[in-house]
């Protein structure tokens, strides 16, 4: 570990907290079932409480970012793990009004860690090995959320959903040491003007927002398949620990190929191809799923290919910023991508209530996928014609 580069080791640690972060994402995914039976709740409701943890960001997500430029990106993240931390401890609580207001607090903590640590990545990797960093940086996610599929629907049949949520607090409670302890800022750092201004030109905020509309609408789109396709593999027999196990490997398999993409990425030097066919792919899959006989063809064609996009989207802030403008303008990608995180699930939750079937989640998983790749043609028509206009 010692001869390992320091800026391995930070991102690392940062690896490490948005991993916690996603686990705790996945606490309600994973115990849907009981969180209805429990509280009383709907499908629709289900999806609105999975989207809550993300609400906060559509407000914070910039504010945040311009508070990092007068406290501190690391300030920050402490404070956010801190509130993800009592947030889950209220979510404990088996009653609606602390669920809700609980996955509130939680999902305003995970805006500072969400927006800051992809800076704090940033700022490491800006100069080499970016896409590669952000492909390990991104697969803490999938690593998260599988974790919880695996420990959750278990842990929540034996003690209730209550110590799910106590667990997953308690995990991020360990990772708010670690950043406290390991964690410091390169020493190459750019200096941010103490402010609480907005400075980025007109080209940075469109190319900012259409790369935030990319990432919000792929991961919507990820975290609807998770959370939604259990009930389908259910409807086709499967138990709910069976389904939670055969989705986790959506997580599992997309832990290692969302690095080993971006390392590809970088030697094929196609990131347009790799993003647009990974999308297209992952959308025709997910629209095949509810109306084939076996399902498990086209759910191998989302195994394999979605992590395909992930680094190569989480590098175009880089591309659309400013290295002074990074916090703020990881605000804005994050306002989008909390706006798509927020609505989206719960849109797909209602989709399945006002349905009646557990094929309209899915479908509506797979048109977020074609919605980021318009985005992507219009970052990229974006990007040439400012460049141009310049």
């Known amino acids: 570990m010692m001869n390992v580069p320091t800026r391995w080791r930070m991102l690392l ?28 709740i709907s499908f629709g409701q289900l999806g609105t409480l999975i989207g809550l943890y993300m609400l906060p960001g559509i407000a914070i997500a910039l504010p945040s970012g311009m508070l990092a430029r007068a406290l501190g990106a690391e300030r920050m993240v402490l404070i956010g793990l801190a509130l993800m931390a009592i947030g889950g401890a209220l979510m404990s609580v088996e009653a609606v009004l602390p669920a809700f207001a609980g996955r509130l607090v939680s999902g305003l ?12 990545v940033t700022d490491w990797f800006a100069d080499r090995d970016i896409v590669p960093a952000m492909a390990v940086f991104v697969a803490s996610w999938p690593l998260g959320l599988a974790l919880g599929l695996i420990s959750f629907p278990p842990l929540a049949a034996h003690g209730g959903p209550a110590i799910v949520m106590g667990a997953a607090a308690g995990v991020v409670a360990l990772c708010l040491a670690l950043v406290a302890l390991i964690y410091r800022a390169p020493p190459n750092a750019p200096i941010e003007a103490a402010n609480l201004k907005l400075e980025l030109s007109r080209r ?5 927002s259409l790369a935030g509309l990319i990432w919000g609408s792929f991961n919507a789109g990820y975290v609807i398949f998770v959370s939604f396709l259990p009930d389908l593999f259910t409807l086709r027999g499967y138990s709910l620990v069976e389904a939670g196990r055969t989705v986790s490997l959506l997580a599992w398999v997309v832990i290692a190929s969302v690095p080993l993409a971006g390392y590809l990425a970088q030697w094929l030097q196609r990131p347009n191809l790799l993003m647009v066919g990974g999308f297209a792919l992952v959308a025709a899959a997910g629209a095949a799923l509810p109306a084939v006989a076996a399902p498990s063809v086209p759910f191998t064609v989302v195994l394999i290919v979605i992590g395909i996009p992930a680094g190569l989207i989480m590098s175009l802030p880089a591309q659309a910023l400013r290295p ?15 706006a798509a995180m927020a609505v989206l699930p719960a849109l797909a939750g209602n989709a399945r209530d006002i349905a009646n079937s557990a094929a309209a989640p899915v479908l509506f998983a797979a048109a977020t996928m074609v919605l980021a790749a318009l985005a992507l043609v219009s970052f990229r028509i974006v990007q040439r014609r400012t460049k141009e206009a310049a």
């Open 13 to 40: 640690v940062l690896f490490l907290a948005r991993t916690a972060m996603a686990y705790q994402f996945q606490t309600v995914p994973s115990t849907g079932p009981f969180l209805i039976d429990n509280l009383g």
């Open 109 to 120: 903590g995970a805006v500072f860690v969400n927006v800051l640590m992809t800076k704090m």
């Open 324 to 338: 002074q403008n990074r916090s703020t303008g990881m605000g804005v990608f994050y306002t989008w991508h909390f």
């Open 204 to 208: 940075e905020w469109l190319l900012i």
